[in-house]
């Protein structure tokens, strides 16, 4: 099982980027997909989720209103659009696969991460 992401980089406040995570070696269309980040001593957070038919998309209220998520279950592929960057968006973004496999367990993949740097 593969998650690879792009689409990181350097941008100024105001600034907008599109992170892309392709996924390999699982059955796509059945696992949740969620983009979650990691600032310099801090928890990893959840910033967004959508379910396999893209009917239910979930927002940190840090990020309504900024951030797109979206899935194209023919590429195997999650988005997430960010708009109007701000400094403290500035953390590493990571993709997450879920798939629940019971009430109590979860088969969950995680990507390698993309940096985000938004600064002047």
């Known amino acids: 099982v593969q998650l690879v992401e792009s689409g990181g980089g350097s941008v100024q406040p105001g600034g907008s980027l599109r992170l892309s995570c392709t996924v390999s070696g699982i059955t796509f269309n059945w696992y949740d997909l969620s983009w979650h980040r990691q600032a310099p001593g801090k928890e990893r957070d959840l910033v967004a989720s959508?379910?396999?038919?893209?009917?239910?998309?979930k927002y940190a209220d840090s990020v309504k209103g900024r951030f797109t998520i979206s899935r194209d279950n023919a590429k195997n592929a999650v988005y997430l659009q960010m708009t109007a960057l701000r400094p403290e968006d500035t953390a590493v973004y990571y993709c997450?696969?879920?798939?629940?496999?019971?009430?109590?367990?979860?088969?969950?993949?995680w990507g390698q991460g993309t940096q985000v740097t938004v600064s002047t």
């Open positions: 997450k696969a879920r798939f629940a496999l019971s009430m109590w367990t979860s088969d969950i993949y």
């Open positions: 959508i379910s396999t038919d893209s009917g239910t998309r």
